[in-house]
Nanobody
Framework: QVQLAESGGGLVQAGGSLRLSCAAS????????MGWYRQPPGKQRGWVAS???????NYLESVKGRFTISRDNAKNTVYLQMNSLKPEDTAVYYC???????????????WGPGTQVTFSS
């Protein structure tokens, strides 16, 4: 089983920055895609950004130019650098990792418990 743990959330001022981290642990054979979803208060969870094993990235249009996703494969960790934060960025942020536990298993999506990002208005 793969466990994910996010960190780095908190209060942020208008236009401020935060860096989220998510480390995967447990029985991990390999990890393919990693990334982030978020769930604003009163809204459904939506995809934010993803990064492939080789570093290819994809972003939600509304965060392009403000957020940067990266990963450290040696640490099984994915990051989300968030700049120029806006009130609409307030949400619980969840990381995910598509991982398999052995060479014969399928890749499955694993989720972290979430970390809160709150805009100080």
């Amino acid at each position: 089983q793969v466990q994910l743990a996010e960190s780095g959330g908190g209060l942020v001022q208008a236009g401020g920055s935060l860096r989220l981290s998510c480390a995967a642990s447990g029985v991990i054979f390999s990890i393919n895609d990693m990334g982030w979803y978020r769930q604003p208060p009163g809204k459904q969870r939506g995809w934010v950004a993803s990064i492939g094993r080789g570093g290819a990235t994809n972003y939600l249009e509304s965060v392009k130019g403000r957020f940067t996703i990266s990963r450290d494969n040696a640490k099984n960790t994915v990051y989300l650098q968030m700049n120029s934060l806006k009130p609409e960025d307030t949400a619980v942020y969840y990381c995910f990792a598509d991982a398999r536990t052995d060479m014969h298993s399928s890749y499955r999506t694993n989720w972290g418990p979430g970390t809160q990002v709150t805009f100080s208005s």
